[in-house]
């Protein structure tokens, strides 16, 4: 049986490798008769799908309005981005899928087996083609393998319409046909996975469509809505997930990330680490790696959205913007100090606990992250780490469905106590949950929406942007939302009160850094860091300055112009592509 199925794999994968292009037709009858007149040949080729999950990657949100990163992205600099640097114009992964579709047609295999995996194909086809629309707008539907005569081939786009009404097509059949209700291991789709699937993508879609009025299809709007709330709702009503608690509320958001087996009554998907398979993830060096990840590190226009642990702003205190590190992340929603070094967190080192205060080898704003990193050192130095990385969380239904709600004026409080309600519940915080919003957060609207009114909707993106944080949604969450201007804010760190004056981040009793200009302070304090915050050094700007010269927030990179425009909503088609194919045209904005 195992030499029958390693056959099969490697037939699976010669057929995959000849339906990478889409100008190549798989020519061997036999393989093609080996895998779909069998259903473990068709489980075997459906496996191949998954490759187009973004797998165990913790660096998702690396381009994204509340980290400041090594280097600008090249998309927000000032006159720098254009369609020769233009990626991801690649349709390999589409034609394996239209070529299962096409294929799964043997009478020898059950009318519901192949449904099941036709389900799965289209699933796949549905977060293939979401992926596109959300990068490029209008795109190509196709829904076949494409020979190389075929003069669809250079055919021009199809309007976002017709392909987002196919996607939804797509995953409603997938949700309908695919078998599988609950996988325990959360490694493979599931129904349920489908469902969260379409509630991301109605609710992307619905609210692209509310916001980017220059479409014209506010009308169409509401559809979408709809059914982003529906599918939400139909997990929720399954009872098959809960918001995790084990733990209590002072480690079990954070322990969602850090635990090598998915905590399966919150996770519905997952990329899972096995360390006997060397199948590994590399968290802990990208985050705590002066050289290998981008030292991508919170700012603190967003940390200062968090709220106190009583439910109230932190930001109402008119003391907040001179508020000194080790205070500021007192008595605030205890997903803070789960997400940041801070207060009380420690490493492993040598199987000793070692406090671990911000390390500015690794932070440009003082606000480093640790919500995908484990505490023990020994995970630093190379793609050594055993945690599984989720995919797809219920928080996400949860948020999905009080967002669709909201946005559609039909939220109520008992909407809100299922929602928003039990996450800051889990997060420690006691006021504010039984009911929803009434007063606007003036400072939401200033540093973030200023054109929204409702005090619900507000408070839905505050806790969506905390509760998802780096988890690869936030960037989707700006284009949706038409709030692309948020990536132009400044890179902005904690207060800094002074020059030469070593501050004990952690208040264990050790200073751990000093802020200086021109000549280190001597004698140097033993065991502290000290930043150079000169204007300039060697001749050359210096990015990480003090914003009042001598104190004030750190800045990062302040000094690197980055705009926005309408056009950036969409990237650019590449420019090879559209010499390839005139028929494509460009996105407005890019010639």
């Given at each position: ?9 490697l037939?699976?994968?010669s057929v995959v ?5 889409l100008?190549?037709e798989?020519?061997s009858t036999?393989?093609k008769?080996?895998?779909?007149g069998?259903?473990n040949?068709l ?6 799908f998954?490759s187009?999950l973004?797998?165990n990657?913790t660096s998702?949100?690396a381009?994204s309005?509340?980290l400041a990163?090594k280097?600008v992205?090249s998309?927000?600099q000032?006159g720098?981005?254009?369609?020769n640097l233009?990626s991801?114009?690649s349709?390999?992964d589409l034609?394996?899928?239209?070529y299962?579709?096409?294929n799964?047609?043997d009478q020898?295999i ?17 977060y293939?083609?979401?992926?596109k629309?959300?990068?490029f707008g209008?795109?190509?539907w196709?829904?076949k ?7 669809t ?6 309007k976002?319409?017709?392909?987002m009404?196919?996607v939804?097509?797509?995953i409603?059949?997938?949700a309908?046909?695919?078998?599988s209700v ?10 349920d996975?489908a469902?969260g699937l379409?509630?991301?993508?109605c609710?992307?879609?619905g ?8 479409l ?5 709007a509401t559809e979408?809505l ?6 939400a709702?139909?997990i ?7 918001i995790?608690?084990?733990g ?18 919150e ?5 899972i680490?096995d ?6 993830n590399?968290?802990?060096w990208?985050?705590?790696?002066g050289?290998y990840g981008?030292k991508a590190s919170?700012t603190r ?11 109230t ?10 508020m000194l ?5 007192k008595?605030?929603?205890l997903r ?5 070094r801070?207060a009380d967190?420690?490493?492993i080192?040598g199987?000793?606990?070692v406090?671990?205060?911000p390390v500015?080898s690794y932070?440009f704003t003082?606000?480093q992250?640790i919500k995908w990193t ?7 130095a190379?793609?050594l780490?055993?945690?599984?990385i989720?995919m797809?969380?219920y928080a996400?239904?949860l948020l ?11 939220l109520?409080?008992q909407d809100?106590?299922?929602?928003v ?20 957060d003036?400072?939401?609207?200033a540093n973030?929406?200023p054109?929204?009114?409702?005090a ?9 942007g ?5 988890e690869?949604?936030?960037?989707s969450?700006?284009?949706r ?15 800094v009160p002074a020059?030469n004056?070593?501050?004990?981040l952690?208040e264990d009793?050790i ?5 200086y200009q021109?000549t280190?302070?001597t ?8 930043v ?8 050359k ?7 009042n010269?001598t ?5 990062w990179m302040?000094e ?9 909503y969409y990237y650019?088609?590449p ?11 460009q996105n407005p904005?890019?010639f």
């Amino acid at each position: 049986m195992k030499i029958n199925k390693l056959w099969l794999l490697l037939v699976v994968i010669s057929v995959v490798t000849a339906c990478k292009k889409l100008d190549q037709e798989p020519q061997s009858t036999a393989s093609k008769s080996a895998i779909f007149g069998s259903e473990n040949g068709l489980q075997l080729y459906a496996n191949s799908f998954y490759s187009i999950l973004p797998g165990n990657s913790t660096s998702l949100d690396a381009m994204s309005d509340y980290l400041a990163v090594k280097e600008v992205p090249s998309f927000i600099q000032e006159g720098v981005y254009a369609p020769n640097l233009s990626s991801g114009w690649s349709w390999g992964d589409l034609r394996n899928i239209n070529y299962f579709i096409v294929n799964n047609i043997d009478q020898k295999i059950s009318p519901e087996a192949r449904r099941n995996y036709l389900g799965l194909a289209r699933f796949f086809r549905a977060y293939f083609y979401f992926e596109k629309v959300k990068r490029f707008g209008d795109v190509p539907w196709i829904n076949k393998p494409l020979e190389v005569t075929d003069p669809t081939l250079y055919n021009g786009r199809d309007k976002r319409t017709l392909v987002m009404d196919s996607v939804l097509a797509d995953i409603n059949y997938a949700a309908e046909n695919i078998k599988s209700v609950n996988d325990p291991s959360r490694s493979t789709i599931t129904k349920d996975v489908a469902l969260g699937l379409k509630s991301r993508i109605c609710l992307f879609e619905g609210t692209f469509r509310k916001y980017h009025t220059e479409l014209n299809l506010q009308n169409t709007a509401t559809e979408w809505l709809n059914n982003a709330a529906s599918a939400a709702k139909i997990i929720m009503d399954k009872n098959t997930y809960s918001i995790n608690t084990a733990g209590g509320t002072n480690s079990s958001y954070r322990q969602v990330f850090i635990n090598p087996t998915p905590v399966s009554s919150e996770v519905m998907l997952s990329s899972i680490c096995d360390l006997t398979l060397n199948v590994l993830n590399e968290a802990n060096w990208w985050w705590t790696s002066g050289t290998y990840g981008a030292k991508a590190s919170f700012t603190r226009t967003f940390i200062n959205t968090y709220l106190n642990i009583d439910g109230t702003p932190y930001t109402d205190n008119p003391n907040y913007p001179t508020m000194l590190f080790k205070d500021e992340v007192k008595n605030r929603d205890l997903r803070l100090k789960q997400t940041i070094r801070s207060a009380d967190y420690k490493r492993i080192s040598g199987g000793t606990q070692v406090p671990a205060p911000p390390v500015f080898s690794y932070t440009f704003t003082g606000y480093q992250p640790i919500k995908w990193t484990l505490d023990d050192m020994y995970y630093d130095a190379g793609a050594l780490n055993i945690n599984s990385i989720s995919m797809m969380r219920y928080a996400e239904i949860l948020l999905n469905y009080a967002e669709a709600k909201a946005e559609l004026g039909t939220l109520t409080d008992q909407d809100w106590i299922l929602t928003v309600g039990k996450l800051r519940s889990r997060a420690g915080i006691t006021g504010g949950l039984t009911t929803k919003p009434t007063t606007v957060d003036p400072y939401l609207v200033a540093n973030y929406f200023p054109n929204i009114t409702d005090a619900s909707i507000l408070e839905i993106r505050r806790e969506r942007g905390i509760e998802l944080s780096l988890e690869g949604l936030r960037f989707s969450d700006i284009l949706r939302w038409k709030r692309g201007e948020l990536m132009e804010k400044e890179w902005n760190g904690f207060y800094v009160p002074a020059l030469n004056t070593p501050m004990d981040l952690n208040e264990d009793g050790i200073l751990d850094v000093a802020f200086y200009q021109g000549t280190k302070p001597t004698p140097a304090v033993t065991g502290v860091t000290y930043v150079d915050v000169s204007n300039t050094i060697g001749g050359k700007v210096n990015s990480q300055r003090l914003k009042n010269g001598t104190s004030g927030q750190l800045i990062w990179m302040n000094e690197i112009s980055r705009k926005w425009s309408d056009k950036q909503y969409y990237y650019p088609i590449p420019q090879a592509d559209a010499l390839r194919n005139p028929a494509l045209g460009q996105n407005p904005g890019w010639f």
